[in-house]
C-alpha cells in the first residue's frame, strides 16, 4: 500500500489518496489533503463539511448524497463544488476521511 | 507467455476471499456449465477462427502502452483466460480464477478497437464478458464494482440512493434552477410526455449539476418531459461488466418498465457510454429484445436534433480551441461521431481532432467497468494508457485546451490521465459547454 508523509507524520492510502481507514483520520491528514487538493485555505465552511460528511459515514456507513449534505451545511451546490473543486465525491470524501465511493466517479 | 506480465502486488479483498471459498470441482462444473449452457456457436466459431496472428495487439492501448508487453496484447488476454479453461476443459485452479478475473476485469475496457484490426472481426470483449461471467458465477469479482452491483441489485440505482433521496434531489435542482429561469419546471410521473430523461447514479449522488443544466436545456428547448420519482431512473448498469446478467437484465426492465409506466414516446438519457451499450445492446437482447422496446436516444442525438431543429440558439460560440474524444459505446458501438462533431461544429469556434479519432480512437481505459473496480487499480490504468496521453499532447500542441467527454467514465478517466501526465487540459461534458453558449431567456 502507498504511504504519504505530512510533517513527519506517516499514512497509508490507497492509489486514488484515500486514507486506509477512517480511524487513522486526524487533522494533519485535513491538512495533507488541503495541499493535494490545491484547496487555498481551509476555512470553517470546510471543517463543517468534513463534520457532516464523517457524522452521517458513522452512522450509514457510505457518503451521503450532496443533497443532504447541502441541506445539513445550508450551503449551495455551487458552493460546496467552490469549496472542494473535485466536488464532494472526490475532494470532500478524501479530506473527511471516508472511503473512495464506489460507482462511475 | 509462461511467466506472469509483472510482479503483481494487488490486493482486492473481492478477488482474495472469493478464490479462498473455491474448490477445483466447483471451479469445473461452473466453467462448463458456462460454456455449456450460455455460449454456444458464437464463442465456438470465434475460438476455432483465430489464427493467432496477432495483429490485434496494435489495437489495444494497453500493449502498446505497455512496451508491447504479450501478456496485454487482446489474444494474449484470451490466452491466459478462456482458452486455458476452454483446452483444460474446465480443470484450473482458484489462484488462475483469480488472475483471470483480474485480467477480464481490470486489463481489457471491452472498447472492441481490437475486433476492427482483426482479420476475421473476432469479438474478443464478447469473451472476455464470458471469463467475467464465469468468474461472476464462482464469486471472484473486484470489491469496488461488486459493490456497485449489489447497489443496483438492492436500489436499482448504481449508488445506494434511497426512494425519498431522489425526488428530493430532483425538487432541489429544480429550485435552483428557478433562480435562472424562474418559470422553470421538472415535471415528475407526467403520463404521457414525449420525452422521459434518464441519468446514472452519480448525478443525483454528486454531481446534480448535471441535472440542473439537462433541465434548463429540456424548458428552453420547450421539450414535452418527465422523470420519474421512483426507481427506475438510473439508465447505468455495472452488473453488465460483473458478469451478473441476472441483475443487469432486472435493471433494464425496470429503466423500460418505468418509462412505459409513464407511456412516454421515447427515453433520452444523459451522457454516458456504458448505459448506452446496454440499452441498445447487451440488456436489451438479455431480456429477448433485439431492438429496445422504448426508442433510447442519447444525449448526442438528442443535442444534435434540438440544435439542428433551431429549438436552441448560441449566444456566442464557445472561443477556447476544443478537441473531441469519441467514447467507445456511443461511436465505435453506435456510430454517433458525425452527430457529435455536428454538436461541438454549432457550439465552438475550433475543432481541433485529435488522431487517431473516430471510431478508431483510443479508449479512455477506464471504461468496461474497469474504472468501476476502483482504488486498487488506478496506477495500472494510467500506465496502461501512456498513448493516449501521447495523443492528446499532440491535440494539444495544435492548440487544443479543452477536452470534451460525452461519457462518465471517459470523463473521470481522462482526468486521472491528464493529472497523471501533466496535460493541463480542462475536461467538460458537451452538455457543459451548451449551458454556457446556449441562449437563455433573460
Redesign the interface.
Known amino acids: 500500500m502507498p504511504k504519504v508523509e505530512y510533517e513527519g507524520q506517516t499514512f497509508n492510502v490507497d492509489e486514488d489518496g484515500f486514507i486506509d481507514d477512517f480511524n487513522n483520520w486526524n487533522k494533519d491528514w485535513v491538512r495533507h489533503v488541503k495541499q493535494v487538493e490545491g484547496i487555498e485555505e481551509l476555512t470553517e465552511e470546510h471543517w463543517k463539511v468534513i463534520e457532516v460528511l464523517q457524522d452521517y459515514y458513522k452512522k450509514n456507513g457510505i457518503a451521503p448524497m450532496v443533497r443532504i449534505l447541502s441541506k445539513v451545511t445550508g450551503f449551495k451546490l455551487k458552493y460546496i463544488y467552490e469549496l472542494f473543486p473535485s466536488g464532494p465525491g472526490k475532494g470532500a470524501c478524501k479530506m473527511a476521511g471516508l472511503p473512495k465511493p464506489t460507482g462511475c466517479v | 507467455m509462461g511467466e506472469p506480465a509483472e510482479i503483481n502486488e494487488i490486493?482486492d479483498k473481492g478477488l482474495e476471499i472469493g478464490a479462498e471459498r473455491l474448490t477445483e470441482d466447483k471451479i469445473e462444473k461452473t466453467i462448463n456449465s458456462v460454456l455449456k449452457g450460455e455460449t454456444g456457436a458464437r464463442l465456438k466459431a470465434y475460438v476455432d477462427t483465430c489464427i493467432h496472428c496477432g495483429l490485434c495487439s496494435e489495437a489495444c492501448h494497453y500493449y502498446l502502452s505497455r512496451d508491447n508487453d504479450p501478456h496485454f496484447s487482446p489474444v494474449g488476454k484470451v490466452k491466459q483466460t478462456i482458452w486455458e479453461m476452454l483446452k483444460k476443459k474446465g480443470k484450473v485452479s482458484p489462484e488462475f480464477i483469480k488472475k483471470a478475473s483480474e485480467i477480464a476485469s481490470t486489463e481489457c475496457n471491452l472498447c472492441r478497437r481490437c475486433a476492427m484490426y482483426c482479420p476475421f472481426g473476432i469479438d474478443i470483449a464478447y469473451m472476455m464478458l464470458i471469463v467475467r461471467r464465469i468468474c461472476h458465477m464462482l464469486g471472484v469479482t473486484p470489491l469496488?464494482?461488486q459493490?456497485?452491483a449489489h447497489?443496483h441489485s438492492v436500489t436499482m440505482n448504481?449508488?445506494?440512493?434511497k426512494g425519498d433521496?431522489w425526488p428530493?434531489?430532483l425538487q432541489?435542482?429544480e429550485e435552483?434552477a428557478q433562480a435562472e429561469i424562474p418559470t422553470l419546471r421538472i415535471p415528475l410521473e407526467k403520463e404521457g410526455a414525449d420525452v422521459m430523461y434518464s441519468v446514472?447514479?452519480?448525478e443525483?449522488?454528486?454531481?446534480?449539476?448535471l441535472i440542473?443544466q439537462a433541465a434548463v436545456i429540456m424548458n428552453v428547448a420547450g421539450i414535452d418531459w418527465t422523470m420519474p420519482a421512483s426507481s427506475g431512473w438510473d439508465n447505468?448498469d455495472?452488473a453488465m461488466y460483473t458478469g451478473d446478467n441476472e441483475i443487469m437484465g432486472r435493471v433494464k426492465r425496470a429503466h423500460f418498465e418505468t418509462a412505459a409506466r409513464l407511456k412516454v414516446k421515447k427515453i433520452v438519457m444523459g451522457e454516458?457510454g456504458?448505459a448506452f451499450r446496454s440499452v441498445y445492446d447487451v440488456g436489451n437482447r438479455w431480456l429477448g429484445w433485439r431492438i429496445p422496446p422504448v426508442e433510447v436516444v442519447h444525449a448526442i442525438e438528442f443535442y444534435h436534433d434540438i440544435l439542428k431543429e433551431g429549438r436552441i440558439k448560441i449566444s456566442k460560440k464557445f472561443e477556447t480551441p476544443v478537441t473531441l474524444h469519441d467514447p467507445c459505446n456511443i461511436v465505435r458501438g453506435r456510430g454517433l461521431h458525425e452527430m457529435s462533431r455536428y454538436v461541438t461544429r454549432e457550439m465552438c469556434e475550433e475543432l481541433i481532432e485529435m488522431h487517431p479519432n473516430r471510431e478508431h480512437n483510443y479508449c479512455c481505459c477506464a471504461g468496461g467497468g474497469v474504472?468501476?473496480c476502483?482504488?486498487?487499480?488506478?496506477?495500472k490504468r494510467i500506465m496502461s494508457n501512456r498513448v493516449k496521453a501521447e495523443q492528446l499532447f499532440a491535440a494539444k500542441a495544435k492548440g487544443a485546451k479543452v477536452l470534451i467527454a460525452p461519457c462518465?467514465?471517459c470523463h473521470?478517466g481522462l482526468e486521472d490521465i491528464n493529472h497523471h501526465y501533466g496535460l493541463g487540459l480542462e475536461i467538460k461534458f458537451l452538455m457543459d459547454i451548451l449551458y454556457e453558449v446556449m441562449d437563455k431567456p433573460e
Open positions: 490486493k469496488y464494482i459493490d456497485t447497489s448504481q449508488m445506494w440512493v433521496e428530493d434531489t432541489w435542482q435552483e446514472i447514479g452519480p443525483p449522488k454528486f454531481q446534480a449539476q440542473y447505468s455495472m454516458c456504458h474504472i468501476n476502483g482504488p486498487p487499480y488506478k496506477n462518465h467514465n473521470s
